[in-house]
């Protein structure tokens, strides 16, 4: 099945500064990599997702990058600020059609923004 | 629109007793739900694959005599937590997909935070 590493476990940066979290997958038939923020006992929420015939999207302040070949990608946050304090989480999975779409999520990322 | 909603939000019972845990998609249909584990500072462990009108399907580790669910509706998954004991104290998350659409996202419920004396 697949495997997906997530990198740093934690993260500080301060204010206004970049952050960037790096995954990596097992299965080359992944096609869809979402990115999800959670607040502490809260659920998780969609902030972007990429898809395998798209190499990088952008929107505002977030950004992810998609390495098929190396089978990577990165979650880029710019201009940070305290309110993206959160745990992040990436995810891949495979759909061939139909709405089964099976994610397997990272072990996330504690994003800390200090002011 | 796409909202889940779980029920109920937190539960203690005491050891030995059942647990149920609803899901329920607000305004639309969902074939598919997830459930998932969360224990605290860790990552989301898929449990189960419910689809409506057919068997769940089980991860690799999870008893499914132990975590009972049901999707008799399109709108509705129940998770059942069948002689609950301390170590199945958690946080459960439910998630779905919209039927007919194939866009792979998905919209969480708001879980349900169990605590076993």
């Known amino acids: 099945g697949e495997n997906v590493e997530q990198h740093p476990s934690t993260l500080s940066v301060q204010e206004g500064d970049s952050a960037v979290i790096k995954c990596t997958y097992s299965?080359?038939?992944?096609?869809?990599f979402p990115w999800y923020k959670q607040e502490l006992g809260k659920r998780p929420q969609l902030i972007i997702d990429?898809?395998?015939?798209?190499g990088e999207k952008k929107d505002q302040r977030i950004a992810v990058t998609l390495n098929k070949t190396a089978k990577h990608f990165s979650l880029h946050i710019t201009e940070t600020q305290p309110e993206d304090s959160a745990v992040y989480f990436c995810?891949?999975?495979?759909?061939?059609?139909?709405?089964?779409?099976?994610?397997?999520f990272g072990k996330g990322t504690l994003l800390t923004v200090n002011p | 629109g796409a909202v889940v909603s779980q029920h109920p939000s937190w539960v203690i019972c005491k050891s030995g007793t059942s647990v149920k845990i609803e899901c329920r998609s607000l305004?639309?249909?969902?074939?598919?739900m997830f459930w998932y584990r969360q224990f605290p500072k860790q990552s989301l462990m898929l449990m189960a694959t419910?689809?409506?009108?057919?068997?769940?399907?089980?991860e690799q580790g999870v008893e499914k005599d132990k975590f009972l669910i049901n999707h008799a509706s399109l709108t509705l998954s129940t998770l059942t937590v069948t002689s609950a004991h301390p170590e199945d104290s958690s946080f459960y998350i439910c998630?779905?997909?919209?039927?007919?659409?194939?866009?792979?996202?998905?919209?969480f419920g708001e879980g349900s935070r169990l605590t076993v004396l």
């Open positions: 998630s779905a997909t919209v039927a007919g659409e194939y866009t792979g996202e998905l919209f």
């Open positions: 419910s689809n409506e009108g057919s068997k769940a399907t089980y």
């Open positions: 990429i898809r395998s015939n798209v």
């Open positions: 995810a891949a999975s495979f759909n061939s059609g139909g709405s089964n779409y099976k994610l397997t």
């Open positions: 299965d080359s038939a992944s096609n869809y």
């Open positions: 305004d639309f249909q969902a074939t598919t």
